[in-house]
T-cell receptor, first 117, second 114 residues
Framework: GNSVTQMEGPVTLSEEAFLTINCTYT??????LFWYVQYPGEGLQLLLK?????DKGSNKGFEATYRKETTSFHLEKGSVQVSDSAVYFCALSDRGPRDTGRRALTFGSGTRLQVQP | DGGITQSPKYLFRKEGQNVTLSCEQN?????MYWYRQDPGQGLRLIYYSQIVNDFQKGDIAEGYSVSREKKESFPLTVTSAQKNPTAFYLC?????????????FGEGSRLTVL
């Protein structure tokens, strides 16, 4: 079955530090990959996505590259801000030759980011 | 504005009671989903519906029920059979039920069993 593994948090950084949150996946087909962000007390918002190998998703200074050879989709940002403090979820949506009929995202367990001033 | 509305935002329930969480969307999306979120466990799929009058069990459907009588509505009932219902519940929708599509989420409903 499909699964997503994220690095455990919390990740604590100082403002303007470089961020990496690791994400690896297992999928039976050709997944699309997503990063979602959840601010305290809220639902999830799409941060970025990539639909095929070697695609790079980017938004608000965050980037992630779809690496099929390493089955990874690591999230990076060059300079974090206090306002980036949130929980980040990696997710996949599988599509491919063995159609299971299931049409929902599979999420990782989330990584909490805390940015200190 | 288009979006997904969940209600209530907070709900308290006594043991043995059924409760229903509302989810309404005005995005004209075909597919809708319910996820449960527990600390440190990410999101787990309860039920999903790809089209009106049809729905499928997710990974943790026991103790829950849903209906999809209208395209815009996908209520979730947490029954007394659910042994550990205290959690944060998230409703989502997508344009179609096909894989690869982005999910749009509501702001969630936090259920606490007293």
């Amino acid at each position: 079955g499909n699964s997503v593994t994220q690095m455990e948090g919390p990740v604590t950084l100082s403002e303007e530090a470089f961020l990496t949150i690791n994400c690896t996946y297992t999928a039976t087909g050709y997944p699309s990959l997503f990063w979602y962000v959840q601010y305290p007390g809220e639902g999830l918002q799409l941060l970025l996505k990539a639909t095929k190998a070697d695609d790079k998703g980017s938004n608000k200074g965050f980037e992630a590259t779809y690496r099929k050879e390493t089955t990874s989709f690591h999230l990076e940002k060059g300079s974090v801000q206090v306002s980036d403090s949130a929980v980040y979820f990696c997710a996949l949506s599988d599509r491919g030759p063995r159609d299971t009929g299931r049409r929902a995202l599979t999420f990782g367990s989330g990584t909490r980011l805390q940015v200190q001033p | 504005d288009g979006g997904i509305t969940q209600s209530p935002k907070y709900l308290f329930r006594k043991e043995g009671q059924n409760v229903t969480l509302s989810c309404e969307q005005n995005l004209n999306h075909d597919a809708m989903y319910w996820y449960r979120q527990d600390p440190g466990q990410g999101l787990r799929l309860i039920y999903y519906s790809q089209i009106v009058n049809d729905f499928q069990k997710g990974d943790i459907a026991e103790g829950y029920s849903v209906s999809r009588e209208k395209k815009e509505s996908f209520p979730l009932t947490v029954t007394s059979a659910q042994k550990n219902p205290t959690a944060f519940y998230l409703c989502a929708s997508s344009i179609t039920g096909h894989s690869g599509g982005e999910l749009f989420f509501g702001e969630g409903s936090r259920l606490t069993v007293l």
